[in-house]
């Protein structure tokens, strides 16, 4: 198996974008041929959920070709609900790996305005168990939120530690000129005082408006390439040093013990494995906190506390920056957002920007190997990858 | 690169099914896990087009893995319109040789009874371009009906021709009990005769009813495995020697010469140098004929014939079954149906069945080596597959 290396990367702001979808997918694909100094790729491919039912657009990836002048580059569009990011980066390291492809341009793009707050609900609940979820009106925030009552029951988990995942990714994202919420938050305000209840309103008991993301527009790319392709860019040496997968049933229900994420577990041991370095070896993190609570979860399942335990680093500021292993410095889903075909493109984008030393004023001094955790469905495909600086 | 075999297939009838996606797609690959033998699969692709917009369904191979209870198995879905199924084999292709996978189970599906005469046409129209073509009302019908008018004045091809077409494919289907039409026609019914212009009306005129390919629901399914994986099952030795992927211009008023298909010559011929063998060298062939001009134009375009002589071969009989190049022997798009999503991973299957000499009533005798070619978009993107029967 070659050796793949990140010699490009580009991202949009991830707010509210006016332009059309394909063209939003395609401004960082040219940022990060910019970066790279490539002017063409071996395949394009191109993480998406809502193309073809919110945009109208389908061949997305065929699209994106079109507007780079790219072809005759192969091109397909990769979907795995909010994880497709981070499944089209695996399908690119795949095709560098395999020798199929020296160079190969990887971005993900959701363009969500079109979509109103009760069709967006409606259009990810599209990832819930049709005949055992959907129809009895579950919800991913509905899920989530009977998820983070099991898990707060279970090991002891406040509102307050919830509060402390938005102030924190928040805080983050002041500095993060790419994401979507600049918008500093209190514990105070949100949870501690009277107003709480009118500023943080619940969606899903025991979430509140604050431990939710935002439903954003967004697109990211990196550029991936063979040790080969890799040294002739001249950029600096982030090796995507591992990547893991693993699925898990698709309703909730159905699982032994519904507050284990085993797909998260998985896919982390899987891609670590690859990697050969440890969680505890981990510099910097971008976790999947579409809900604060995943946060929590995942930071414990991907084994970087033990499990029950993630609430107690996050208290003690071993999560924030400057802690001893930051997670989500770039805002996170939370406050970063989460266009979803975006989000695990976005969230590498921040490991190799980190790894490189141009996070500016979120750096994590010295980081030389980041993790990150892409969450599909709710918690049924999870992707993982691990990155290393090399040389 | 390790090599890769097919070791299990499978397939639905493509028809009007009354099963949710998930279970359509699912079940082929339940016929295929028994065809192999194998009881589990490191990955899934599930390759499908409309399953957000149409069916409600997204992350459908995490629906699969769950339905066919294959987790922790990876799982993704590939897009890339009526490509999509040979796309999805070439990312399972990846998979394998590149050492990440053992076996991986590549499904195709598309449930489109949902979307009748007029969405269906909007709906596969999201594959042109948004703003040069969508908006003006361009529509794949007519874009196929331009593109044929332009090429019957070219190369003198004559409607005659075009139901020569669909009365090849009409008849091979007759012995294809999984196709969507088991209809006889003849030259005589649909364009000689009196009654030919209600028979057959004019659909995007020169393209008559008889020239288009039905809307079907269908799945069909190959599982890929490693040289060794492949030796445990046991199965003949069907090798997938090769695979080539190619772009065009996304509007095809772009293209210098619009009936050239270069991104089928450039697939092609992909396919071809990774197989080792040349066109010529071809025993069966399932060529993309969603419309009967195109399979005229991919038969010169894929190295088959001369540009312009692929009617004239036609004409001999040399692509019919007992010709000495049988394309379609499956009833093609046109007969067998075309389920979007599920026809690249329809047409391997028929390749394979054919390479096993499992084909029947329709067996190319002593075929060896086989190809298919699956047509995205109108020639946007383009994904063809050579297979070789070894040992």
Chains 1, 2 share one sequence.
Do not use: W
Request: charged residues 20%; glycine residues 12%; negative net charge.
């Amino acid at each position: 198996m070659r050796e793949v290396f990140v010699v490009g990367i580009g991202i949009t702001s991830f707010t509210r974008l006016e332009y059309p979808l394909a063209e939003i997918a395609a401004y960082p694909g040219m940022m990060a041929l910019k970066d790279s100094g490539l002017s063409k790729v071996d395949q394009v491919y191109v993480a998406n959920m809502g193309g073809g039912r919110v945009n109208h657009q389908t061949g997305l990836a065929s699209a994106v070709v079109d507007q780079l002048s790219l072809a005759p580059a192969g091109a397909e569009t990769i979907e795995n609900g909010p994880a497709s990011g981070a499944s089209a980066i695996k399908t690119g390291f795949m095709a560098v790996a395999s020798g199929l492809c020296d160079t190969v341009m990887v971005i993900g793009a959701e363009r969500m305005r079109e979509v109103n707050d009760l069709e967006s609900t409606d259009f990810v609940a599209t990832l819930t168990h049709p005949h055992a979820e959907y129809i009895y009106g579950v919800t991913l925030p509905s899920l989530a939120g009977m998820f983070a009552r099991l898990y707060m029951d279970k090991y002891k988990v406040t509102p307050r530690h919830l509060g402390m995942v938005a102030v924190k990714n928040h805080d983050h994202a002041m500095d993060n000129f790419f994401a979507h919420l600049h918008e500093r938050i209190t514990l105070e305000g949100i949870i501690d005082s009277p107003e709480a209840s009118t500023n943080n309103p619940f969606v899903a008991d025991p979430l509140r408006f604050y431990d939710c993301c935002p439903v954003s527009d967004g697109a990211a790319c990196v550029i991936l390439a063979s040790g080969d392709a890799a040294k002739k860019t001249g950029k600096p040496r982030i090796r995507l040093a591992g990547v893991g997968q693993a699925t898990d049933t698709l309703a909730v229900h159905d699982r032994k013990e519904p507050t284990d994420l085993l797909a998260a577990r998985g896919a982390a041991a899987a891609a670590f494995k690859m990697a050969g370095f440890k969680p505890s070896q981990v510099d910097v993190a971008e976790l999947h906190d579409a809900f604060t609570i995943l946060e929590i979860a995942e930071s414990e399942e991907v084994g970087f506390f033990k499990k029950g335990e993630g609430h107690l680093a996050l208290e003690k500021g071993e999560t924030r920056l400057g802690g001893s292993l930051p997670i989500n410095p770039s805002g996170g889903l939370k406050a970063k957002g989460h266009p979803v075909g975006a989000t695990g493109v976005g969230q590498a984008h921040e490991i190799v920007l980190q790894l490189r030393g141009e996070a500016e004023k979120r750096q994590v001094k010295g980081a030389k190997t980041g993790f990150t955790c892409n969450f599909g469905g709710f918690g049924n495909n999870v992707v993982c990858l691990a990155f290393k600086k090399e040389g």
